[in-house]
């Protein structure tokens, strides 16, 4: 007779919660330029700020530096990453290596289920652009790049693509013109009208134009954030 499994105890159970929590609101600030590369990240004004213990920001703090949204420097704390130019002209040059092969399976493999949520975050995207919300205007606009990545079918793409596209923000945020969301929408727009009619060749070239117009926005001079108070920032992404 198979064992029992042991149930997790209530508390066990709060703290991943707490910790998924945290995650994601950090996280959301860092994607939307909120958080700014530069920011500090005080472990004990975030516990402050999200109800939580320093021992989960610690580890909220060091999955963020995984995905190379954080830097954790000795005796220095936590900071939003500053990706260096060298390494953001990397990062979008595997990129668009990267999107492409994306597209390509998604021409062959999307169904009509995922083109209808690729239709639906588009809405969500012109809804955002109407009430002039800049920064959730930022947030979906990868999200669109990370859900195209999603519906391939192949979870190492998604995996990849939901990390370069988060670290494309932050060279955004360094060096990059403002966000045009006008421009982002309509080309998006196109791109799922292109993978409606199966057309390889001009999705490829809408993808191709799309991300070169993202990647001449980016890859400015730098612009100092100067110093800012992460309590007033944190209270519009707290619980």
Not at 73 to 78: K, S, T, V, W
Not at 140 to 156: D, K, P, Q, R, T
Not at 217 to 226: H, K, T
């Amino acid at each position: 007779m198979t064992a029992p499994i042991p149930a997790v105890p209530e508390p066990a159970r709060k703290d991943v919660n707490r910790t998924e929590i945290v995650y994601k609101n950090l996280r959301q600030a860092i994607i939307e330029q909120a958080l700014l590369p530069g920011d500090k990240l005080p472990e004990d004004v975030i516990g402050e700020r999200f109800g939580v213990s320093r021992t989960i920001v610690r580890g909220v703090l060091t999955r963020l530096f995984s995905e190379g949204l954080v830097d954790l420097r000795p005796n220095r704390g936590a900071a939003v990453a500053r990706p260096s130019l060298e390494e953001a002209h990397d990062i979008f040059e595997a990129r668009r290596c990267l999107e492409r092969d994306v597209a390509r399976r998604l021409v062959q493999h999307v169904t009509e289920a995922g083109l209808t949520r690729l239709e639906q975050h588009v809405a969500q995207e012109e809804a955002a652009r109407s009430r002039n919300s800049v920064n959730e205007s930022i947030r979906l606009s990868g999200e669109f790049h990370i859900l195209m990545a999603e519906l391939s079918g192949n979870a190492v793409y998604a995996r990849y693509v939901n990390e370069i596209v988060s670290r494309c923000s932050l060279i955004l945020a360094l060096y990059g013109r403002p966000h045009s969301s006008e421009c982002a929408v309509s080309e998006h727009r196109e791109i799922v009208a292109g993978l409606r009619a199966r057309d390889e060749k001009h999705v490829l070239h809408l993808l191709g134009h799309h991300l070169e117009s993202v990647t001449a926005r980016a890859l400015l001079s730098p612009d100092g954030a100067g110093v800012r108070d992460i309590r007033k920032i944190l209270d519009r992404y707290g619980t």
